[in-house]
């Protein structure tokens, strides 16, 4: 392993464990009591398994829990370094500033991955127990598992990449958590196609049996445009952070 | 070769200046920055480290350009004036961290952490959390933090700030140590001149963004003894102690101040002043009771440098 390599491993995996055991955890077992009390609740219900248990999953976790945990812990990796100015650390060091910004994304992605895969799976247990697991149940764990991760991978992304430039990029990341995604998001016609909800539930809705979503892209499609403007994203992220002055 | 050379650096933050046509070649071994808080010193540090980049003019710092240079940054360890350390890490996972980040790992790494935190004083308590360290320890681990990679060059920007007699004592030990001993050329930055003073005799004064003096501590003594002091002198028999001084070649000028027990007195060698005061006094059998400077500090001193 050589000296860049190092230095990534060595800044993901302290911001790693820094991610998870910062106050925001509150924030996540705040949701996780969330879903799990609702999906809970809705199994003792009168439902169809699988056909109600996909629409939950999808309101909570798609529609509201996935954007709005994922900016509430993505604005603030890099922002809060620049303010408490422990930023200088990185900056000051030989590593790249490339794979310092790559190292903190890895961190924040993999740490997101974890929190929302445990919520996931406990909203999904709490509902699925009760009611009966089968192979059906299982496959939709595994494609709504899926779907959490792909929403980590492009909304972190973007809310990191927003937060080297903004000061208050969490303000940001309300107006467009809740605005945006859950309103624009949801308007019928194409301004809907603005938003990743909707090739995130695109997708869903080719993998997903009982996910309803009349306006939806193909799974190729989304994936493709998700994709791309992933990369844009990452890349423009980069750009900003190499660029960026850090008087500190 | 000097180990940085500026010519003529300016850097804006808006509309503030954090430095100004700034030109100063430094030379190996360690050099004092002096200058009032705001003067440019941390402007100067993070250009060197490569944090901001100049707005005009040209740096080079062992003959290369600081801005996204990795390598260079290699060769540099940076102490900030400000508090950078993570409360909730132990002083061993900071240097880890700080080693991990410059490429260092596995059992090259401990031997260095236990190395350096030697050389600072802090293997004590290394496995503390930093949170409860005190303002000494807290430097004492940030210089360590900044010499893990065994730089050539090492910037410690304000180090004593906060610190307790004891620890200034003890840091400045460290800090000429760490040049006698370990060979790292260091520029170290303050606002009190006589701290600098203890470490090296390289001295640049920094005001307004500008260096407006650089050289051996003891022409920097002369500009601040040729500059005239205003001095304090209250007691009893400061009628004949104003007359005595009218005599001395020294003293530009003699006035009471509010009262006839009370002498304000302009002078250019305070040094030679304060020597000699005491005596005239017992002469004429008068009693000092109280006696200070009213500019006994650098910012005079930076002001009759400029010309303001």
Redesign the interface.
């Known amino acids: 392993?050589?000296?860049?390599m190092?230095?990534f491993?060595?800044?993901a995996s302290?911001k790693f464990k820094?991610i998870l055991?910062n106050k925001r955890v509150v924030a996540a077992l705040a949701v996780a009591v969330i879903v799990v009390g609702v999906m809970a609740y809705a199994s003792t219900q009168d439902v169809e398994r699988l056909q109600d248990g996909t629409i939950l999953l999808d309101v909570m976790f798609l529609t509201l829990f996935l954007p709005v945990l994922v900016m509430l812990y993505s604005t603030s990796v890099i922002r809060e370094e620049i303010e408490?100015?422990?930023?200088?650390?990185?900056?000051?060091?030989?590593?790249?500033?490339i794979t310092a910004y790559l190292s903190y994304y890895s961190s924040l992605l993999l740490a997101l991955m974890l929190i929302m895969g445990a919520i996931l799976t406990a909203g999904f247990l709490s509902f699925f127990i009760p009611q009966g697991m089968d192979m059906d149940a299982l496959y939709l764990y595994r494609d709504m598992l899926l779907l959490v991760v792909i929403g980590c991978v492009v909304y972190s992304a973007l809310f990191l990449m927003v937060s080297v430039i903004i000061k208050r990029a969490i303000y940001f990341g309300l107006f467009y958590a809740f605005i945006w995604e859950s309103f624009i998001g949801s308007v019928p016609g194409r301004i809907a196609e603005f938003s990743f909800r909707h090739y995130i539930r695109s997708i869903g809705a080719g993998w997903i049996e009982f996910m309803e979503f009349g306006n939806a892209a193909g799974v190729g499609r989304s994936f493709m445009i998700l994709g791309v403007v992933f990369i844009i994203i990452i890349a423009a992220g980069l750009l900003l952070f190499?660029h960026k002055?850090?008087?500190? | 070769m000097n180990l940085i050379r500026a010519d003529k650096l300016s850097k804006w933050y808006g509309e503030v200046i954090g430095l100004n046509s700034f030109s100063v070649d430094i030379r190996p071994g360690i050099t004092g920055i002096v200058g009032p808080n705001g003067a440019g010193k941390s402007t100067l540090f993070k250009m060197i480290i490569g944090m901001i980049r100049p707005s005009q003019g040209e740096l080079l710092v062992m003959g290369q350009r600081p801005w996204l240079n990795s390598e260079l940054s290699s060769k540099i360890g940076f102490c900030p004036d400000y508090d950078n350390l993570p409360d909730e890490a132990t002083g061993r996972e900071f240097l880890r961290l700080t080693g991990g980040l410059q490429g260092m790992r596995g059992r090259r790494l401990d031997g260095r952490v236990h190395e350096v935190s030697e050389i600072v004083g802090i293997d004590y308590a290394l496995g503390r959390k930093i949170a409860g360290y005190s303002k000494g320890m807290r430097q004492r681990i940030k210089i360590a933090g900044a010499i893990i990679h065994d730089p050539d060059l090492l910037l410690l920007d304000e180090p004593l700030s906060g610190a307790d007699p004891q620890a200034r004592r003890a840091l400045i030990d460290v800090i000429k140590g760490l040049h006698e001993e370990k060979g790292h050329h260091v520029i170290v930055s303050s606002h009190v001149l006589f701290e600098v003073e203890r470490m090296t005799s390289d001295v640049i004064l920094v005001f307004k963004g500008r260096a407006v003096a650089s050289g051996h501590i003891s022409q920097i003594r002369n500009l601040i003894d040729k500059h005239p002091h205003n001095i304090i002198i209250k007691g009893e028999g400061m009628v004949e102690l104003g007359k005595r001084l009218l005599e001395r070649d020294y003293t530009v000028s003699v006035g009471f101040d509010g009262g006839k027990d009370r002498l304000k007195v302009e002078v250019k060698k305070p040094d030679q002043f304060f020597d000699e005061v005491p005596e005239m006094v017992l002469k004429d059998g008068g009693k000092l009771e109280e006696m200070y400077s009213m500019d006994d500090n650098l910012q005079a001193v930076f002001k009759y440098l400029v010309g303001r």
């Open positions: 392993m050589d000296g860049e190092t230095a491993v060595s800044l302290y820094k055991l408490d100015k422990s930023i200088t650390l990185v900056i000051a060091s030989p590593m790249k500033r190499r002055e850090y008087p500190c």
